[in-house]
C-alpha cells in the first residue's frame, strides 16, 4: 500500500493489536508504507503473519505475532520477539476488540410480550459472561498492551498510541449495549491515558470510526445473496454521506495522530470518522 501522504516513520517501531483483522490491516499497511518497522500483533498468528508476509512484498519491514491481548504473559513474549527484532516500540495501536452474540439483544425495542418470548435474547437475558468478555476484550485488551509497550515508549521523543474507540461511544446504538459501553470506556480511557502521561512524551488519542464492511459484521450487513440488510439499511440512510467507509478512509486520520511533526499538540482527543453519522439528528 502507498499512502497519499507525506509521513516519515523512518526507523520507528509501530506495533498493531488486532492486526489481522480488516482496518488493522490497512492501519499497519499504512505505517510500514510510511518506513516504520511494524509488529502485526493477533490471536491468529496466520492472520498476522500473513498481513506481515504482504507488507514485505510491497516493501516494507514488518513481522507477525501471536499475541492474546488478555494475557500479560502472552504480551511479555510478543515485546521480547519485537525487541529483538526491531528494538522498542515508538507507536502502540490498540486495535483489537470486537463484540459477541450473548452481549446482544435480539429486538431494538423492548415489548412488554416480549418476556414470554423464548426465541428473542431480551435485555433481560443478556448473559453476564458476554457482557464480561465484550469489556475485558476491549478495555483491558487496550489496558494490557499499554502496560506492556508503553514502558518502553516513556521520555522516548514523537511516542504516541492511538486507540480504536467508535460511534457507539457519542451514542450507543440499538442492540449492543456491551459493545457500546466498552467503547465509551476506550474514549474515557483515552482521555485519562493522554493526561497521566503527558509529563512523558506520549500522546495518547483516538479514532472513532463509524460504519466500514469487515469481516466480524458482515452477516450483519449483508444477506447471503451479498444484499444488504435492513440493518445495514437503516445505518446508511442514518449516514449523511449515503455509504460505508472503506478503510483506507481512516488512513488520513491515523497518520496524522501518529506523527509529532503534524500532530504534535494534540492529546487526549476521540475523533469520529463516520461520514456525518454521528452530527445527523435524523431529520
Known amino acids: 500500500m502507498k499512502v497519499p501522504f507525506n509521513i516519515d516513520l523512518k526507523d520507528k517501531v509501530a506495533v498493531v493489536t ?33 498481513v506481515a508476509e504482504d507488507i514485505k512484498k510491497d ?8 499475541a492474546n491481548v488478555l494475557k500479560i504473559e502472552s504480551l511479555e513474549a ?8 526491531f528494538g522498542t516500540c515508538d507507536i502502540l495501536i490498540n486495535g483489537a476488540g470486537g463484540n459477541h452474540p450473548k452481549g446482544t439483544t435480539t429486538k431494538e425495542y423492548f415489548e412488554t410480550g416480549d418476556l414470554d ?29 499499554t502496560q506492556v509497550f508503553g514502558k518502553d515508549m516513556v521520555n522516548k521523543k514523537s511516542a504516541g498510541i492511538v486507540n480504536v474507540s467508535s460511534m457507539n461511544a457519542f451514542a450507543p446504538l440499538t442492540k449492543i449495549p456491551a459493545y457500546s459501553g466498552a467503547k ?12 497521566h502521561f503527558s ?12 460504519f466500514f464492511e469487515t469481516n466480524q459484521n458482515a452477516k450483519l450487513l449483508r444477506d447471503e445473496e451479498g444484499n444488504y440488510t435492513p440493518r445495514a439499511d437503516k445505518i446508511i440512510s442514518q449516514t449523511p454521506m449515503g455509504r460505508f467507509g472503506t478503510p483506507e478512509e481512516l488512513l488520513g486520520t491515523l497518520l496524522w495522530l501518529v506523527d509529532d511533526g503534524a500532530s504534535g499538540f494534540v492529546n487526549g482527543t476521540v475523533i469520529p470518522v463516520d461520514g456525518g453519522f454521528a452530527a445527523y439528528s435524523g431529520v
Open 18 to 50: 488486532g492486526g489481522g483483522g480488516v482496518l488493522c490491516k490497512a492501519f499497519a499497511e499504512a505505517l510500514a508504507s510510511c518506513g516504520a518497522k511494524v509488529a502485526i500483533l493477533d490471536l491468529n498468528e496466520e492472520a498476522a503473519k500473513k
Open 59 to 66: 516493501g516494507g519491514t514488518a513481522i507477525g505475532v501471536a
Open 78 to 85: 510478543a515485546r521480547k520477539i519485537i525487541e529483538e527484532k
Open 117 to 145: 418470548v423464548k426465541e428473542l435474547t431480551t435485555f433481560f437475558d443478556l448473559d453476564p459472561e458476554g457482557i464480561q468478555f465484550v469489556f475485558n476484550l476491549n478495555f483491558i485488551g487496550t489496558l494490557l498492551p
Open 184 to 195: 465509551a470506556a476506550i474514549s474515557n480511557f483515552t482521555q485519562w491515558l493522554a493526561v
Open 199 to 210: 509529563r512523558t512524551g506520549i500522546r495518547v488519542n483516538a479514532i472513532a470510526p463509524g
